[in-house]
């Protein structure tokens, strides 16, 4: 199975509200990392977070990690209509030396 | 800078050809990655490449996979005897070699389409 689960699969919301998305794994990491995908194409890499960190930000962004209980969330404020993606989790375990292992993704819909 | 590029962009084939998809890293990155994602599968890895060491090569779905990487740099993924379910997007990544926790740089990607 997946070492990165996600949830929602899907979230839908209105222009301005926040998006929430998250992520649990199942073995101990060097860090987690988020990527967005538009049209089923290219990940572009949004924010890195070390197992020893809790919270990082970037922009509209925040992530949280809590390695006691395996998870990730991924904020973001203020939705656009251009944040409209699918994003995954991508875990780097401890003993992979940066082989990503990716949830399945959630797919936001950002509604002008 | 530039980023990762792959080609071609879109391959169409017919089942039983043999396939190369080729990818070029960020110029300095010496590690490389393939990763495939198909529909029903997400996104999987392939195959890592680290300068001059033996690739990890536990991800390759079959023997009819097969990658090189050409003086540390252009990397090549081979498909023989193409079958339907390789139908996928092959993606590339690479990173600088400055330690484990460093951010990985993904390529638009290959689409792949078996007949």
């Known amino acids: 199975s997946q070492q990165g689960e996600e949830d929602p699969q899907a979230l839908s919301i209105q222009e301005g509200e926040n998006a929430t998305m998250n992520c649990s794994y199942k073995t101990s990491i060097n860090n987690l990392q988020w990527y967005r995908q538009n049209s089923g194409r290219g990940l572009v890499h949004l924010i890195l977070i070390r197992s020893n960190e809790r919270e990082k930000h970037s922009g509209r962004l925040r992530v949280t990690l809590d390695t006691s209980k395996k998870s990730s969330s991924l904020l973001i404020t203020a939705s656009r209509a251009a944040d409209t993606a699918s994003y995954f989790c991508a875990t780097d375990l401890s003993t992979s030396y940066g082989k990503l292992t990716f949830g399945q993704g959630t797919i936001l819909t950002v509604h002008p | ?115």
Do not use: M
Request: charge should be neutral; glycine fraction near 12%.
């Open chain 2, 1 to 115: 800078g530039a980023g990762v590029s792959q080609s071609p962009s879109n391959k169409v084939t017919e089942k039983g050809k043999d396939v190369e998809l080729r990818c070029d890293p960020i110029s300095g990155h010496t590690a490389l990655y393939w990763y495939r994602q198909s529909l029903g599968q997400g996104l999987e890895f392939l195959i890592y490449f680290q300068g001059n060491s033996a690739p990890d090569k536990s991800g390759l779905p079959s023997d009819r996979f097969s990658a090189e990487r050409t003086g540390g740099s252009v990397s090549t993924l081979t498909i023989q005897r193409t079958q339907q379910e390789d139908s996928a997007v092959y993606l590339c990544a690479s990173r600088r070699p400055a330690g484990q926790q460093e951010t990985q740089y993904f390529g638009p990607g290959t689409r792949l389409l078996v007949l």
